[in-house]
């Protein structure tokens, strides 16, 4: 039976001639440099946050004025293409969120006003809620989804290297290391995100944009190789409950379907870990004899105060529960270190489900993104033997990277140890996947943890903070009752 089902667990399902796995941000912003300087009729960006001071091929500092910088070559492009439509529709962040960032990207419509590029701050959410869909589309003809944004505190490389004076920032300061996931995609599915930022653009300033026209020419960047040739790409999304609006909480169904689905290993990358209604889900396959494996790479500590207050303690909660299901020894969890052992941030928002269904995109395991923030996800559900080989290739190059192995060495380990947690089991020589050992909570901190501060779960949960936690593990018992009820009839 199908996981990805239209109407359903996705929005739509469309075809793509190429889809490619982009593993951090290296890949990303090289990719879309790529396929920028290629667009002919239209660059639309979807983002989180975004700075125009962010360097696509950091080498280190050369000054205030780097060519590389983005916001220098949109406009460039946009004056030197009159043809060329040049949109950019952000998030109107909080201004605590703003004012972590130097106020970008509010600071972005100075640098972009008198010029070409259309810039568009969005507020266009409920009260508390953002927009953290990730989206770029060029021409219609390719469009890049995923985790991450466009700002100057992302770029990485798969090595995360201790020291690397590429991940320089505009005060000549680095940043830490940092993950990252995105999916490119062509064809009808690229066409399909096109229709998404147009819907999105409609909301936020009232204007119809249609497609733009076909003006021919193939964006996708030469020096990336796909990985699934011919298939389909399903869209999955979250948008809150807003004016006239209802919700959409694809994400969250597809994730609970994907967890209901797997037969041999869950693969699990995200920033955050929060949501009751997974952990159950993943609880009771772990509760199964013969259920899959569950392995989460997450990252250490939140990098906020404020997120380790509430996402990392409640997180802690969460693996707590994780561990008592796992009467089988199927469940590990970790935090990926550097060669000298500094944490590194994982910000993706990835999982594998066997070697079957692939999805990337910019939904955390929280509750926040199965039903109040706006999310997009790309995923693929494969039945035939060779697009079967990619996806498990995909996985095994995401766990290798951590430990500085290759895929290819993972999959071998996988079929000697009996598994990815066998594999990276033995792998692991050098200790750079951590364990994660919850610490114990105080009451104070048990209260926060219960309660999901600052993680509702849909719009009618985030004034009932007081309510969250019965209304929360209400639905988490109804879960596990209906995944027992699937698990009899297997």
């Known amino acids: 039976m199908k996981v990805l089902v239209p109407g359903e667990t996705c929005w739509r399902t469309a075809r793509a001639d190429r889809a490619a796995f982009l593993i951090d941000n290296e890949a990303y912003f090289s990719a879309a440099f790529d396929a920028i300087q290629k667009a002919r009729r239209s660059i639309l960006l979807l983002g989180w946050g975004f700075d125009p001071r962010t360097r696509l091929f950091p080498d280190g500092y050369d000054g205030p004025d780097d060519p590389d910088e983005v916001g220098r070559i949109l406009v460039e492009l946009a004056s030197a293409r009159p043809e060329l439509d040049v949109r950019l529709l952000i998030w109107k ?89 995105m999916m490119m995609v062509d064809g009808a599915a690229a066409k399909a995100l096109g229709d998404l930022f147009r819907d999105r653009w409609a909301l936020a300033t009232r204007e119809t944009l249609a497609p733009p026209p076909d003006a021919g020419g193939d964006p996708w960047p030469e020096h990336v190789p796909a990985a699934l040739i011919d298939t389909d790409i399903s869209i999955a999304r979250t948008v809150p409950r807003w004016r006239k609006q209802p919700t959409v909480e694809e994400v969250r169904k597809l994730t609970l379907a994907s967890i209901a689905d797997a037969k041999d290993i869950i693969y699990l990358e995200n920033q955050y870990f929060t949501s009751p209604l997974y952990a159950e889900a993943l609880a009771a396959r772990l509760n199964e004899p013969d259920g899959p494996e569950v392995v989460l790479i997450t990252t250490g500590h939140a990098p906020s105060w404020f997120d380790r207050a509430t996402m990392d303690r409640a997180r802690g909660a969460m693996i707590w529960r994780l561990k008592a299901a796992d009467i089988f020894g199927r469940f590990r969890v970790y935090y990926p270190t550097t060669p000298n052992g500094s944490d590194v ?91 994660i050992v919850p610490e114990k909570l105080g009451k104070f901190a048990e209260w926060l943890a219960a309660c999901h501060l600052g993680d509702p779960s849909d719009v009618s949960d985030s004034w009932r903070v007081g309510r969250r936690r019965e209304r929360l593990y209400a639905q988490a018992r109804r879960l596990v009752n209906s995944l027992r009820s699937r698990a009899a009839g297997r």
Not at 100 to 124: C, G, I, M, N, Y
Not at 131 to 145: E, F, G, T
Not at 418 to 433: K, M, P, V
């Open 93 to 181: 962040s909080a201004l605590p969120i703003a004012a972590s960032q130097e106020f970008f990207p509010h600071k972005a419509r100075k640098w972009f006003k008198d010029t070409p590029v259309k810039f568009v701050l969005d507020d266009q959410v409920p009260f508390g809620a953002c927009h953290h869909q990730k989206v770029l589309v060029i021409d219609d003809r390719v469009a890049i989804s995923g985790g991450g944004d466009i700002c100057v505190d992302r770029w990485d490389t798969p090595g995360h290297l201790d020291d690397d004076e590429r991940r320089i920032m505009p005060k000549q300061e680095c940043h830490a290391p940092r993950h990252e996931v």
């Open 345 to 435: 941030i994982v910000h993706s928002k990835t999982s594998v489900f066997d070697d079957r269904i692939a999805r990337v995109g910019s939904a955390n395991l929280n509750n926040r993104s199965g039903g109040f923030d706006t999310e997009v996800e790309l995923a693929v559900e494969c039945e035939d033997e060779a697009s079967r080989m990619s996806i498990a290739a995909f996985r095994d190059r995401l766990v290798g990277h951590f430990i500085g192995y290759t895929g290819d060495a993972i999959a071998k380990a996988r079929a000697d140890h009996g598994g990815l947690a066998g594999a990276i089991d033995a792998l692991n020589r050098d200790g750079r996947l951590v364990p």
